[in-house]
């Protein structure tokens, strides 16, 4: 079970951090944060290795959003700058063990969290 949580009402050019956690240990997946959009489907936008070290970005929030983790929290973490408009959506996380980053959009996941509601206002 994933939960995800930070979301808020914020305007353009605002910053939020959103995290997301569990009660199943997180510190042996490469997780993932995906986005959904009012009458789109849910997109990729931002996944870390296990160990931290490694990063993958969708290009429409490169160099704005980080993804981190601190594993001994067991919370993953996204970092989110220059907050636009077109980022309004609900963000869900969610991962899978012993995959790269790169394949984390691509992944089948069964069950998703509920999520957490970003609103960016202009």
């Known amino acids: 079970q994933l939960v995800e949580s930070g979301g808020d009402l914020v305007q353009a050019g605002g910053s939020l951090r959103l995290s997301c956690t569990s009660a199943r240990t997180l510190s042996t997946y490469t997780m993932g944060w995906f986005r959904q959009a009012p009458g789109k489907e849910r997109e990729f936008v931002a996944a870390?290795?296990?160990?931290?070290?490694?990063?993958y970005y969708a290009d429409s929030v490169k160099g704005r959003f980080t993804i981190s983790r601190d594993n001994a929290k067991n919370t993953v973490y996204l970092q989110m700058n220059t907050l636009q408009r077109e980022d309004t959506a609900v963000y869900y996380c969610?991962?899978?063990?012993?995959?790269?980053?790169?394949?984390?959009?691509?992944?089948?996941?069964?069950?998703w969290g509920q999520g957490t509601q970003v609103t960016v206002s202009s």
């Open positions: 969610n991962g899978a063990p012993l995959v790269h980053v790169t394949q984390i959009p691509r992944v089948g996941y069964m069950y």
């Open positions: 870390i290795s296990a160990d931290g070290g490694s990063t």
